[in-house]
């Protein structure tokens, strides 16, 4: 029984690039949540998503970043136009629907250069 | 607002115990969890405590809450240097779970 995947585990891109996050959530889950972790700090929230829908995404900057769950597929994340402090490691975390205990991804890692 | 506080720091020998301590603020929380996190690595569900419950108790570890103070502690009896890590404290009152900032537990041989 898989847990929760991320691809890629490592990710560079210059700025001004555009960079995508992959999730796949454990099998039978169909709630994804998106964490960031800037170095040397906690989890911030940043997104929840059921299938095809955006559920809560108060923690998401306003502008450049994107997320979707679509039907079929992984969850995307998706940053434009990165800047060198989007750097941090993203995680993906998913929970059965109407359960609050969430397991995580082994985390996507962005390099802004 | 909802905040979860933990001590940045903590130094233990090998075999001592380690006690970490966490406070949150949102009295409507339904569980509080610990996650641990290896270097370069995801969080891992360690345990977690449903808010009606004082203890829980899951071989070396022993979460106890104190709902009235909202102050959630994890002990580690008998810490090994494969211990080492940061730990997480977390809360949810729904969907969506607040976390600590960590605390980096250090063993030393």
């Known amino acids: 029984n898989a847990g929760v995947m991320q691809n890629p585990r490592h990710l560079v891109r210059r700025r001004g690039q555009e960079a995508r996050l992959r999730c796949s959530p454990m099998k039978g889950h169909s709630h994804v949540y998106w964490y960031r972790q800037l170095p040397e700090e906690g989890l911030k929230f940043m997104v929840y998503?059921?299938?095809?829908?955006?559920?809560?995404e108060s923690g998401m900057p306003k502008e450049r970043f994107s997320a979707e769950f679509p039907k079929e597929g992984p969850s995307i994340l998706r940053i434009q136009q990165v800047v060198r402090g989007d750097s941090a490691a993203y995680f993906c975390?998913?929970?059965?629907?109407?359960?609050?205990?969430?397991?995580f991804g082994p985390g996507t890692r962005l390099t802004v250069l | 607002g909802e905040d979860v506080e933990q001590s940045l720091f903590l130094s233990v020998r090998e075999g001592d115990s380690s006690v970490i301590n966490c406070t949150y603020t949102?009295?409507?929380?339904?569980?509080l969890y610990w996650y641990k996190q290896e270097p370069g690595a995801g969080l891992q569900l360690l345990t977690y405590i449903f808010s009606n419950m004082d203890m829980k108790q899951d071989q070396r570890l022993t979460v106890l809450l104190n709902k009235k103070d909202k102050h959630l502690s994890l002990r580690i009896a008998d810490t090994q240097t494969g211990d080492s890590a940061i730990y997480f404290c977390a809360e949810t009152g729904g969907f969506k779970t607040i976390f600590g900032a960590g605390t980096r537990l250090f063993v030393k041989a």
């Open positions: 998503l059921q299938k095809e829908n955006i559920i809560d």
């Open positions: 975390a998913s929970s059965l629907a109407g359960t609050d205990t969430q397991y």
């Open positions: 949102d009295s409507s929380s339904t569980y």
